[in-house]
């Protein structure tokens, strides 16, 4: 079976085992040469389909790279694929057959088979995860040496591939940015020297690399042709993280709100030290009346990361909710789990789509993340039958629901929640949720 998740992707590697021994810390790699791994994930034949079919290059979502110092061609790809009558199909193919490195850009967003490995990959890491493939022709080389500001890994599934890398300068480096390389002089100048390579991979269809952000490398195909993914990933690191609670330190504190004063943007007074800039956000922080829940900006941080519903049974489900029953059967979204934040105000609820639920549904709350899968009328007891159909229909509207076709599943009875208050004439026919 080809791989679709990301426990399939690092396997035999557990994904903890990964985190805890190679995330941020070092090379790894998989010499798996397991072709079937990587079977209709992205080879030769999809390549023309892609471009056919998806035409990423008429949203410049494609780059043609010569080999060596020649400059890149992705203008000329752009024109022609606006105004060719094949979209630029046979540029490509010429281009490829001429020894170009061809490279679909963000290709989880027309491509299923790499849609899935980065939707799991994401949650699994709860980090951003993009990913480029890469297509070389025979001994060619599309990139000089060079370092990314991001991890990455890369999953070989058509031909193979030369990996030089060399020894890290810089651990954990970010992207640079004209800000970065104004105030750190360091960063700015002439190509550095990474020396000689000090480790050589050769990746075969299945085979994967990892490299932490930092690591100078290189990459030529060998004799064959080459095609890889190069996956991404774009955690919150804890600079941004903190940027994110200074931003909520100035919705409760008004200096944090006004502008930095004319005299200092005009030089005519110095401001502060760093380090006296930074006891003053602790100085407000600790005076805060109600302190701000750093854990709770975790959880929201991190609910950016879970996956979206999968399309199956979405619009059978669309057409099919005013039709449902208390015998209908409804399920959640493939591959998507319950997840539930709740505020002072209301629930927030996550299941391949979002919701804001109110607090009185509580007694709901405890049988939606047990059952997976469930008959209307099975819903909590406290609710009467037609709540529960509201209920139900609003969750097939809003995409956290959708209607099953498998059969109804026994359920074990479960002790009835208490209500969040003794009125329940909100389980009353019409209920607004």
């Keep these: 079976m080809a791989i679709q998740t990301a426990a399939e992707l690092f396997n035999p590697l557990g994904i ?29 034949e999809s390549m023309g389909h892609c471009i056919r079919y998806m035409k990423p290059q008429a949203g410049q979502s494609v780059r043609l790279i010569p080999r060596g110092d020649e400059p890149e061609e992705t203008v000329s790809l752009n024109a022609a694929a606006s105004s060719s009558p094949d979209g630029g199909e046979q540029l490509l193919v010429e281009s490829f057959a001429n020894g170009k490195t061809m490279v679909f850009n963000i290709a989880e967003t027309y491509w299923p088979p790499i849609e899935r490995i980065v939707a799991d990959l994401k949650e699994a890491l709860a980090c951003d995860v993009k990913c480029n493939v890469y297509c070389t022709p025979p001994e060619s080389q599309g990139f000089d040496t060079h370092v990314d ?52 991979v050769i990746l075969h269809p299945g085979d994967l690399l990892y490299l932490p952000r930092g690591v100078p490398h290189s990459a030529a195909s060998t004799s064959q042709h080459s095609i890889h993914l190069t996956i991404g990933l774009y955690p919150l690191r804890r600079h941004e993280f903190l940027s994110r609670l200074v931003d909520l330190l100035a919705f409760e504190d008004e200096g944090l709100r006004r502008r930095i004063p004319t005299e200092i943007m005009a030089g005519q007074r110095r401001e502060a030290s760093a380090a006296e800039l930074f006891r003053e956000l602790a100085d407000i922080a600790d005076g805060l009346e109600t302190p701000i829940d750093v854990n709770r900006l975790v959880e929201i941080s991190a609910q950016s990361y879970l996956r979206l519903a999968g399309t199956s049974g979405s619009f059978e489900s669309a057409i099919g909710v005013e039709s449902m029953t208390l015998e209908t ?32 549904l509580t007694p709901a709350m405890e049988f939606f993340e047990k059952n997976a899968i469930f008959r209307v009328a099975d819903m909590p007891s406290l609710m009467a039958d037609s709540a529960k159909l509201t209920l139900s229909r609003n969750l097939v509207r809003k995409g956290l629901l959708r209607i099953s076709q498998k059969p109804a599943p026994v359920l074990e009875e479960s002790v009835p929640v208490p209500a969040a208050s003794g009125d329940l004439s909100w389980l009353a026919p019409n209920a607004g949720v």
């Design 149 to 200: 500001g991001h991890d990455v890994l890369v999953l070989q599934t058509s031909g193979s591939k030369t990996w030089r890398l060399h020894d890290v300068d810089s651990t954990l480096p970010l992207e640079n940015t004209p800000l970065a390389t104004e105030m750190f002089s360091m960063l700015g100048g002439s190509k550095p020297d990474y020396g000689d390579p000090t480790r050589e």
């Design 16 to 44: 903890e085992e990964f985190v805890a021994g190679h995330l941020e810390q070092e090379i790894l790699h998989l010499e798996r040469h397991a072709p079937e791994l990587v079977d209709g994930i992205f080879d030769l």
């Design 329 to 360: 059967v409804v399920e959640r979204p493939e591959g998507c789990s319950w997840v539930v934040r709740r505020t002072g105000n209301d629930f927030r609820v996550h299941c391949g789509a979002s919701m804001a639920l109110p607090l009185k």
